[in-house]
């Protein structure tokens, strides 16, 4: 199938990526998102999101002549929807006693709703939203019915997950491998001959329902990894190991691969994802629900740890570093750092916060520090939360001459205890009992 124009719904992290390279891949894109500042700040020549290399791509796609922004779609060969699919923030679920997180899935209504009116015969869907099993067949199609013409016999039909890492996504985005999941094989056909204009790694057809799955699938499984870590850090804690040492002799076992232990588990994909599966099936998904606990509660035992370090953390003053949901990004969406604070807070610490990613932000509830010296100079104690390249590299006996401090919290595993006693501080790491 051949593809002049495409309209892409949602300019977020996924969407204004996808639809710049497109439209530097020769194909004339529409980008539509209902928010009328993004469409100014674009049509501006400027970005709203902080993403390696994307302001090249959006200022070659708005070059070209191929990149046009909008708050309604057009006409067009091809329609993705890329918005958000977040959490209800007031509605949950219960099953035998225990509650649950919901997905809301009204953007992806609502942008299905907004194509109706321009789907023509012949036309391809793509969902790109993370969404629980089965939306593709059971909401998108229904909704996209409503035109007269039906999904698979008048018009293609597919899902296709985003699976690009936030920081490498302009990279990722070519060079990953693609699944297309179609609602009939002429669906998934057609959504390869789409991606194919730019992706060079593999792109695998299956049906909508798997590739929904799929995508599921991998969070769930970083997710889980990632709750025995931070279950293993709880247990070498107790048992006076240091479990950083442990994990790294149990990989190299040929089929061991633990990941590591942290604070917690942010973002708005892997803490989010494995809700889809429990939502869908509670009855099934008891190892699933579990992780996702252990990970929600790891900002707790990291307040548990500098209590256990500080002692009493009523009126102490505490230098949070970072509060991105992990290293070297600008993303402070689900952080589990800001929840440390916020539990920090809670326990009576005076907490000022530093995150060199995003100097300017205004986080509600957080005092947030001009710059490194401002977060360090009345300390009583360091607790790092984010392992920042910035962080990584700090010279301890610099921070000896910026700080009263002589405690630090090291929840990621980054400091050199030795090389910090050197400059007088004493280091306790989260999963260290020793
Ligand atoms: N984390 C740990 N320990 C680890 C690895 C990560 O605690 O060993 C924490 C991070 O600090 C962070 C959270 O997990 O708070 C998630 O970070 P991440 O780097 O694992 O993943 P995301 O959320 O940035 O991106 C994931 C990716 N999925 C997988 O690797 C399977 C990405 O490929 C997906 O496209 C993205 O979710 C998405 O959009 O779904």
């Known amino acids: 199938m051949k593809f002049n124009k495409i309209c892409v719904l949602g300019l977020g992290y996924i969407g204004l990526p996808t639809a710049s390279t497109f439209a530097t891949h020769g194909v004339k894109v529409l980008g539509v998102d209902v928010n009328p500042h993004i469409v100014e700040t674009l049509q501006r020549g400027d970005i709203h999101i902080h993403e390696p290399g994307l302001r090249d791509t959006v200022s070659a796609a708005l070059a070209s002549g191929n990149f046009n922004v909008s708050t309604t779609p057009a006409q067009a060969d091809a329609f993705l929807i890329a918005v958000p699919t977040p959490f209800h923030q007031d509605q949950s679920g219960e099953y035998n006693g ?19 009116p321009f789907l023509r015969k012949g036309n391809l869907v793509v969902l790109e939203s993370t969404s629980p099993p089965r939306t593709t067949l059971e909401l998108v ?39 297309i999941g179609g609602v009939t094989p002429a669906s998934a056909q057609a959504g390869a001959d789409l991606y194919s204009i730019f992706v060079k790694g593999e792109i695998v057809q299956t049906d909508a329902t798997t590739a929904e799955m799929v995508k599921l699938m991998e969070n769930t499984y970083r997710d889980v990894n990632i709750a025995i870590a931070n279950e293993f850090a709880r247990l ?16 190299r076992h040929p089929r061991v691969k633990i990941l590591n232990p942290g604070p917690g588990v942010g973002g708005h994909c892997i803490s989010v994802d494995p809700w889809f ?11 699933i629900f579990n992780a996702r606990k252990v990970n929600d509660a790891q900002p ?4 548990e740890l500098v209590k256990r370090t500080l002692g009493e953390l009523k009126g102490k003053k505490i230098a949070a570093l970072g509060l991105a949901y992990k290293p070297d990004v600008d993303d402070l969406r689900e952080s589990p750092a800001t929840e440390v604070v916020h539990l920090l807070q809670k326990e009576g610490a005076k907490v000022k916060a530093w995150e060199p990613f995003k100097p300017d932000a205004a986080m509600p509830g957080i005092e947030m520090a001009r710059n490194l010296d401002d977060a360090l100079k009345d300390a ?3 607790v790092l939360l984010v392992r920042h390249t910035d962080f990584a590299s700090l010279n301890p006996l610099k921070v000896r001459e910026m700080t009263p401090a002589h405690i630090a919290v090291d929840t990621v595993n980054t400091w050199d205890p030795t090389e910090w006693a050197k400059a007088g501080f004493s280091v306790s790491r989260l999963g260290v009992g020793k």
């Not at 225990?98 to 109706?116: C, G, H, N, Q, W």
């Not at 698979?152 to 060079?175: K, M």
């Open 380 to 382: 009583d104690a360091i």
């Open 236 to 251: 070498a804690d107790k048992f006076g190991v240091d479990v950083w040492e442990a994990i790294g002799i149990a990989n």
């Open 98 to 116: 225990l509650k649950y997180k919901l997905a809301d899935m009204r953007a992806v209504t609502s942008a299905a709703e907004a194509i109706v």
């Open 277 to 287: 599966f429990v939502e869908t099936a509670p009855e099934l998904t008891p190892l």
């Open 300 to 303: 707790q035992f990291v307040v």
């Open 141 to 179: 199609a229904p909704i996209l019915a409503r035109s007269g013409l039906q999904a698979g016999s008048d018009f293609h039909l597919a899902y296709s997950p985003e699976r690009v890492l936030p920081g490498q996504i302009l990279r990722e985005l070519i060079e990953n491998a693609r699944v």
